[in-house]
């Protein structure tokens, strides 16, 4: 894989990677997340199953565009008091839009992580003819008082921000000791190295992930047009989330008309590698599924 770069409108320019031939296959990841935390084990399982998969830094992080202006602090986001240059989903949702365009995609599966799971949401209820499939996982509506952050991990997302390679991996270990799943041994290891080429990639990521945050913030509460997504809709979360709590999950589920949720037991808010393939196999049987309806459709 190499990285390329789409200049997808609006002063922004994403870059990602592209692995396999096949059915189109987006992976939007989460808040502060560059395009390697869809890891390369998970990509190729994806890939050998006959996809076409794309994986990309959002706005923010990683190399693609950074917007620059200072991010709210926790009191501004109380307050919601915005920059006027904050962004929200919807605006992250043009930039998906933007890469569909630069591949050549008329329609694509759409399968988002967290935040990456918003963007999806945003896309299949405005875009509806450019969305395949999609499948949101440990993600939320933004409905009050559901899928919210436990107090503890509030406090650790607003500590104080690394200022050294070192001191970011290491804040890492801690975020995913913390958030991660409790029912998969903890691949220090891995973290580390997932985190070290983050930090490669975009020193001081803080800023960033603090204007992917108040795009969040800023969008609200979107269950009214979530309920409008048409898309066959695939909704996975772990039973152990301390990021986004499993209530999250549920009310996706039950906001989006014939929508599957499947609970993982052990599964907290990462993706342990003992769960690629489960992973992997249920995204495929639910595009598959899809692509079969497509098939046999009359007049296709």
Same mark, same amino acid.
């Given at each position: 894989?190499? $990285?390329?770069?789409?200049?997808?409108?609006?002063?922004?320019? %994403?870059?990602?990677? +592209?692995?396999?031939?096949?059915?189109? %296959?987006? %992976?939007?990841?989460?808040?502060?997340?560059?395009?390697?935390?869809?890891?390369?084990?998970?990509?190729?399982?994806?890939?050998?199953?006959?996809?076409?998969?794309? &994986?990309?830094?959002?706005? @923010?992080?990683?190399?693609?565009?950074?917007?620059?202006?200072?991010?709210?602090?926790?009191? @501004?986001?109380?307050? #919601?008091?915005?920059?006027? +240059?904050?962004?929200? *989903?919807? =605006?992250?949702? *043009?930039?998906?839009?933007?890469?569909?365009? /630069?591949?050549?995609?008329?329609?694509?599966?759409?399968?988002?992580?967290?935040?990456?799971?918003?963007?999806?949401?945003?896309?299949?209820?405005?875009?509806?003819? &450019?969305?395949?499939? *999609?499948?949101?996982?440990?993600?939320?509506?933004?409905?009050?008082?559901?899928?919210?952050?436990?107090?503890?991990?509030?406090?650790?997302?607003?500590? #104080?921000?690394? &200022?050294?390679?070192?001191?970011?991996?290491?804040?890492?270990?801690?975020?995913?000791?913390?958030?991660?799943?409790?029912?998969?041994?903890?691949? $220090?290891?891995?973290?580390?190295?997932?985190?070290?080429?983050?930090?490669? +990639?975009?020193?001081?990521?803080?800023?960033?992930?603090?204007?992917?945050?108040?795009?969040?913030? #800023?969008?609200? =509460?979107?269950?009214? $047009?979530?309920?409008?997504?048409?898309?066959?809709?695939?909704?996975?979360?772990?039973?152990?989330?301390?990021?986004?709590?499993?209530?999250?999950? #549920?009310?996706?589920?039950?906001?989006?008309?014939?929508?599957? *949720?499947?609970? %993982?037991?052990?599964?907290?808010? =990462?993706?342990? $590698?003992?769960?690629?393939?489960?992973?992997?196999?249920?995204?495929?049987?639910?595009?598959? /599924?899809?692509?079969? +309806?497509?098939?046999?459709?009359?007049?296709?």
């Amino acid at each position: 894989m190499t $990285e390329q770069s789409a200049d997808v409108g609006r002063g922004i320019t %994403l870059t990602y990677e +592209r692995q396999g031939q096949g059915v189109p %296959l987006l %992976l939007i990841a989460g808040l502060g997340q560059q395009k390697h935390e869809w890891h390369d084990g998970l990509v190729a399982l994806l890939a050998d199953r006959g996809y076409d998969v794309v &994986r990309f830094d959002n706005r @923010d992080v990683g190399t693609s565009t950074h917007l620059g202006f200072r991010p709210p602090g926790p009191l @501004d986001m109380l307050r #919601k008091r915005w920059d006027p +240059r904050q962004y929200d *989903l919807g =605006d992250m949702a *043009l930039d998906t839009l933007g890469l569909l365009d /630069t591949l050549g995609w008329q329609r694509a599966h759409l399968v988002g992580m967290s935040m990456g799971g918003m963007i999806g949401q945003t896309v299949a209820a405005r875009y509806p003819d &450019r969305v395949s499939s *999609l499948s949101s996982i440990f993600s939320t509506t933004g409905a009050a008082r559901v899928g919210r952050p436990a107090l503890s991990t509030w406090a650790r997302m607003f500590g #104080k921000p690394a &200022r050294t390679r070192a001191e970011h991996t290491d804040a890492a270990v801690l975020m995913y000791r913390h958030i991660g799943s409790a029912g998969y041994p903890l691949d $220090e290891a891995r973290i580390r190295a997932t985190a070290g080429t983050t930090w490669d +990639r975009d020193p001081r990521p803080a800023a960033g992930v603090g204007r992917q945050l108040a795009g969040i913030m #800023k969008s609200g =509460d979107r269950t009214h $047009e979530v309920a409008t997504i048409t898309a066959s809709t695939l909704v996975l979360h772990g039973d152990r989330d301390r990021m986004v709590n499993p209530t999250g999950g #549920k009310v996706t589920a039950a906001a989006i008309a014939g929508a599957r *949720l499947h609970t %993982l037991p052990g599964m907290g808010h =990462d993706l342990p $590698e003992p769960l690629w393939p489960t992973l992997a196999d249920l995204i495929d049987t639910h595009v598959t /599924t899809v692509e079969s +309806r497509s098939t046999d459709a009359p007049n296709h």
